[in-house]
């Protein structure tokens, strides 16, 4: 993708980074488009789809993000690398882990970021709820975006993050049924208000949460998660 086009593209979602930054994306589409054909990175095909849902609708909720300069975040199911590497682009001040299971997936996010010379940028490549002890209450912010429904991604969540870290989850209901609500108090998270929200620079339609205990406990067997979803809204997620 040319520069000039991702640079249309970005102007149409209100974003404006500087030319190395725009360059930098352009690449990540590029890379994704081409090594999609090998590895099945993501369903979307096209330069300028790739573009538009993995880039900029990554960035645009969180564009304002205000958390302090030298945070910990993590990204949830990265997949092709997004929402991980577009914020990382544009937040080099923040320290980005990409989780995903899939080796060939963290495989091409951790060369790309060593080509891109994205210093901020580590993968760890895993289940979740099987990484070591060493990964718990290490994060000030957490995203994910397609990985789960909102009652697995609160449980995979909750034990990175550090007491008065961020959660944010990129899509949910705007009203969420009462077992999830208690589950996600159960996993000491609380669901912001549009004063946090506005605080922490956090937009769109997704939801945020704050932990609001240390500690707590580890995510249970995804199977164990999986079925108390499936009890808590309704159907398997």
């Given at each position: 993708?040319?520069?000039?086009?991702?640079?249309?593209?970005?102007?149409?979602?209100?974003?404006?980074?500087?030319?190395?930054?725009?360059?930098?994306?352009?690449?990540?589409?590029?890379?994704v488009c081409a090594q999609n054909k090998l590895y099945n990175l993501t369903g979307f095909r096209e330069e300028k789809d790739i573009a538009e849902e993995l880039v900029c609708r990554s960035i645009v909720p969180l564009k304002n993000l205000n958390v302090p300069r030298g945070t910990r975040a993590a990204d949830m199911g990265s997949g092709a690398g997004a929402p991980g590497i577009p914020l990382a682009a544009v937040f080099p001040e923040i320290s980005w882990a990409l989780f995903d299971s899939n080796a060939k997936k963290t495989s091409f996010v951790e060369t790309f970021a060593r080509r891109a010379g994205l210093a901020n940028i580590s993968t760890v490549t895993g289940r979740i709820e099987e990484l070591p002890p060493d990964f718990r209450d290490s994060f000030g912010f957490v995203v994910s975006r397609a990985m789960a429904g909102v009652y697995i991604c609160v449980e995979l969540g909750a034990p990175?993050?550090?007491?008065?870290?961020?959660?944010?989850?990129?899509?949910?209901?705007?009203?969420?049924?009462?077992?999830?609500?208690?589950?996600?108090?159960?996993?000491?998270?609380?669901?912001?208000?549009?004063?946090?929200?506005?605080a922490a620079g956090v937009g769109g339609e997704g939801l945020l949460f704050e932990k609001i205990i240390e500690g707590g406990a580890p995510a249970r067997r995804f199977p164990a998660i999986k079925r108390g979803a499936a009890k808590a809204e309704g159907a398997l997620v």
């Open positions: 993708m040319e520069h000039f086009e991702i640079h249309s593209l970005l102007e149409k979602y209100d974003l404006r980074f500087s030319a190395a930054q725009e360059n930098l994306l352009a690449a990540f589409v590029a890379d990175l993050l550090q007491k008065g870290g961020l959660l944010y989850l990129y899509s949910g209901p705007e009203n969420l049924p009462d077992k999830v609500m208690s589950h996600c108090e159960a996993c000491g998270l609380l669901l912001c208000g549009d004063e946090k929200r506005q």
